[in-house]
């Protein structure tokens, strides 16, 4: 093994109690979205954030703090290389989930208690461990005294429960670029290297409003001639014919498209919220939603929409605008009056990405991998991060952190072995990335 690398291993064994430490003292700040608080003023966000940019600039980087909100900091953290090398960004969330019922814990969600090996605390895997794995990788190379030939950046940001928005995005938006992104989110030390696409779509469908009286008219033929135009169009129908047109054409994704490193059925196309009333406002929602006397003439769905990490979105748009539109031709009123789709509801847009499994980046976490004796596992991400945000860019993400349970539920945890192992692997890859300046 190279002699640089196995000091800077050395180093990170023997700052294990102290990147423990580091992971419990993140922990203990309730660094809750303040987008899932009754009180936001109360999140300490910005507490957490002052804590780690004291010990990064101790470690002399190069730090930008800036709020995209009110009392959110984002903080970036540059070490500049000495030239010619590959710049790396290491991303990472400090903002938490709510913990839930406290009754459902067994240890204090904010006390970090160490037992059997792990550390416990709401934001422990998901993901202040990961934070402080990449933290502590580049303290120990610096404190080796190490020169890098490319930039490291560390991307410590707020908002990544809540859409991104005042966090990644924000940082990407102020034209932060690097070669190569590792997002720390836990992956079991498994590389996640692709991850769909989503997109939340909203589907009005039009019908026609009347009085509850006129239905009798549709349900059984009547000899007035006039009786069954009175009968309005019942809006939520329709929707409810959408929404199973739509699970088969789920089904036939499932059973046609596939990504290696993806389960079957990932491109799923969840009917989320459905609405149904009268009248459609300006907020495009129906205004009356409380009469069933009225045959409704609005019917809104929302649909949580996935696609593979090879498909691009204007793809899958395209050939969902075409499925729509056949729905509507076979049937009488709307194809007079098709459903309305609204793309990327409530800003909601992750691109996806898939990185090749030979590419460089994932090289350099095989090599390093080889060196300290771990098995590469390269896996698919069911949900969506920060990472489709770099990949939205144009920049080449993988997805990689430590072990653990529990996110969003009762007892999480991460596992303290795992954590010491991922700073070890940050460390090599920063290493093998960057390029040694000697
Ligand atoms: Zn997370």
């Known amino acids: 093994m190279d002699r640089i690398?196995?000091?800077?291993?050395?180093?990170?064994?023997?700052?294990?109690?102290?990147?423990?430490?580091?992971t419990g003292e993140m922990v203990a700040f309730k660094s809750v979205n303040p987008r899932f608080m009754a009180d936001p003023e109360s999140s300490q966000e910005s507490d957490v954030q002052d804590y780690i940019e004291s010990r990064l600039k101790a470690l002399g980087l190069d730090i930008s703090r800036w709020e995209a909100e009110a009392r959110r900091p984002n903080l970036v953290a540059l070490r500049h290389g000495r030239g010619g090398g590959r710049s790396l960004a290491f991303n990472g969330h400090i903002d938490v989930v709510p913990i839930g019922d406290r009754e459902g814990w067994d240890y204090d969600p904010w006390g970090s208690e160490i037992v059997d090996g792990k550390l416990y605390g709401r934001g422990s895997v998901d993901m202040k461990a990961g934070v402080a794995a990449?933290?502590?990788?580049?303290?120990?190379?610096?404190?080796?005294?190490?020169?890098?030939?490319?930039?490291?950046?560390?991307?410590?940001?707020?908002?990544?429960?809540?859409?991104?928005?005042?966090?990644?995005?924000?940082?990407?938006?102020?034209?932060?670029?690097?070669?190569?992104?590792?997002?720390?989110?836990?992956?079991?030390?498994?590389?996640?290297?692709?991850?769909?696409?989503?997109s939340w779509l909203r589907v009005t469908i039009r019908g026609r409003a009347a009085h509850a009286g006129w239905r009798f008219a549709q349900i059984y033929p009547q000899a007035e001639p006039d009786a069954e135009n009175a009968g309005g169009i019942n809006a939520i129908e329709k929707g409810v014919k959408f929404v199973a047109a739509a699970r088969e054409l789920e089904r036939e994704w499932a059973r046609s498209r596939h990504h290696p490193l993806m389960p079957p059925g990932i491109t799923t196309i969840n009917p989320g919220v459905m609405v149904g009333g009268v009248g459609l406002g300006e907020d495009g929602l129906p205004q009356i939603t409380s009469n069933p006397a009225m045959i409704p003439d609005v019917c809104v769905i929302d649909f949580d929409f996935k696609y593979l990490p090879t498909e691009s979105f204007e793809e899958v748009r395209d050939e969902f605008e075409a499925f729509v539109a056949a729905f509507a031709r076979a049937d009488p009123w709307l194809r007079d009056h098709p459903p309305t789709l609204q793309w990327h509801l409530s800003n909601i847009d992750f691109p996806p990405f898939s990185t090749p499994p030979d590419h460089p980046l994932i090289e350099a976490v095989r090599e390093t991998h080889r060196q300290l004796g771990i098995k590469t596992v390269l896996t698919g991400k069911r949900a969506v991060t920060d990472a489709a945000f770099y990949a939205g860019a144009n920049m080449t993400p993988i997805i990689l952190g430590p072990a653990g349970a529990g996110l969003h539920g009762d007892n999480e945890y991460v596992e303290l072995d795992s954590l010491i192992e991922v700073a070890k692997v940050f460390a090599g890859v920063i290493l093998r990335w960057c390029g040694v300046a000697t």
């Open 5 to 22: 690398e196995a000091g800077v291993y050395r180093r990170l064994d023997a700052m294990r109690d102290d990147i423990i430490k580091l």
């Open 134 to 198: 990449f933290i502590a990788a580049s303290e120990a190379i610096i404190n080796a005294g190490v020169e890098l030939k490319g930039d490291l950046q560390l991307h410590i940001v707020v908002d990544e429960e809540a859409g991104g928005f005042a966090g990644t995005r924000d940082v990407i938006k102020r034209g932060y670029r690097a070669d190569g992104v590792i997002v720390a989110e836990p992956t079991s030390g498994f590389i996640d290297a692709a991850e769909g696409g989503l």
